[in-house]
């Protein structure tokens, strides 16, 4: 297992630019472990859009963007907080 920010040494060995598929495809099975549980590099940036990464440090902006609820404390606890890409939340409340 490895830590999220493990990742990022994978990502600084590309060319960029660099297409999210290519680093899906090398890359993508490696495993991150989060505070909840885990799930692998492909998953997560399988949830941005299709795109190609000008630099490893946009790759690993959309890694970090895209993991799943998983890497979050207490789900629902506030009902300010983003809910994570590619799921549904609680709508906003307004006092």
């Known amino acids: 297992m490895r830590m999220l920010t493990d990742a990022t040494d994978a990502f600084q ?3 960029y630019p660099v297409a999210a598929e290519e680093i899906i495809d090398k890359d993508g099975d490696i495993e ?3 505070p909840n549980g885990t799930e692998s590099l492909g998953e997560a ?3 941005s859009a299709p795109e190609t ?3 490893a440090e946009d790759a690993e ?9 998983k890497a979050i404390g207490r ?3 506030s009902d300010r907080d983003p809910i994570c890409m590619g799921e549904d939340g609680p709508e906003q409340v307004s006092f």
């Open 13 to 15: 060995s590309y060319d």
């Open 32 to 34: 991150l472990e989060l």
């Open 45 to 47: 940036l399988s949830r």
């Open 53 to 55: 990464f000008e630099s």
């Open 61 to 69: 902006f959309a890694a970090f963007s895209g993991v799943s609820s």
């Open 75 to 77: 789900k629902g606890y």
